[in-house]
T-cell receptor
Framework: AQSVSQHNHHVILSEAASLELGCNYS??????LFWYVQYPGQHLQLLLK??????LVKGIKGFEAEFIKSKFSFNLRKPSVQWSDTAEYFC???????????FGAGTTVTVRA | NAGVMQNPRHLVRRRGQEARLRCSPM?????VYWYRQLPEEGLKFMVY????????ESGMPKERFSAEFPKEGPSILRIQQVVRGDSAAYFC?????????????FGPGTRLTVT
């Protein structure tokens, strides 16, 4: 069975600090990988996705993620966060012929002004 | 182009009552997925439906839970005789028929509280 592990439950940092959120997955096959963000009171939004090709993926709002196949990891990064990046971030995985997204437990990011 | 709509956004039910959660997929989407997020956990797959068909309900509890996606109208997730453990956020997602099913677009969720 596939599973997704997010390393941090809650991250607190100051504006302009760099952010890295860890995500590891377990799956016996080809996967597609996602990071979703949920701002307070809003729906889940897709930040970025990896299907194939360049393992360094650029997303919206200055986020990027790197797929390292040998480490089964898909870590999310942003060089300089803003207060508006305060949200909950979810890593998700789906098999290439599947329809069930598997989510990590989420990481709450609080950015202090 | 409206996104996935869910209502109500918040629902409070007493133990033993029924909860009905509605999901209207994006225009042109015919695949609907329901996920549940329990406190401190990630979203977990519950059921996958196409119009008038349940494709996979392997994530649904065996009792009290049911889902439908009729030919006309929204998809409904129904929970009978709710218990405190049903308190969670329920998310609906949809995808278009022509795309891969992993391109799922999520609604804002319904937060169910059972008192």
């Amino acid at each position: 069975a596939q599973s997704v592990s997010q390393h941090n439950h809650h991250v607190i940092l100051s504006e302009a600090a760099s952010l890295e959120l860890g995500c590891n997955y377990s799956y016996g096959g080809t996967v597609n990988l996602f990071w979703y963000v949920q701002y307070p009171g809003q729906h889940l939004q897709l930040l970025l996705k990896y299907f194939s090709g360049d393992p360094l993926v650029k997303g919206i709002k200055g986020f990027e993620a790197e797929f390292i196949k040998s480490k089964f990891s898909f870590n999310l990064r942003k060089p300089s966060v803003q207060w508006s990046d305060t949200a909950e971030y979810f890593c998700a995985v789906i098999g290439s012929n599947d329809y069930k997204l598997s989510f990590g437990a989420g990481t709450t990011v609080t950015v202090r002004a | 182009n409206a996104g996935v709509m869910q209502n109500p956004r918040h629902l409070v039910r007493r133990r033993g009552q029924e909860a009905r959660l509605r999901c209207s997929p994006m225009k042109g989407h015919s695949h609907v997925y329901w996920y549940r997020q329990l406190p401190e956990e990630g979203l977990k797959f519950m059921v996958y439906l196409q119009k008038e068909n349940i494709i996979d309900e392997s994530g649904m509890p065996k009792e009290r839970f049911s889902a439908e996606f009729p030919k006309e109208g929204p998809s409904i997730l129904r929970i009978q005789q709710v218990v405190r453990g049903d308190s969670a956020a329920y998310f609906c997602a949809s995808s278009p028929e022509t795309a891969n099913s992993y391109e799922q677009y999520f609604g804002p969720g319904t937060r169910l509280t059972v008192t």
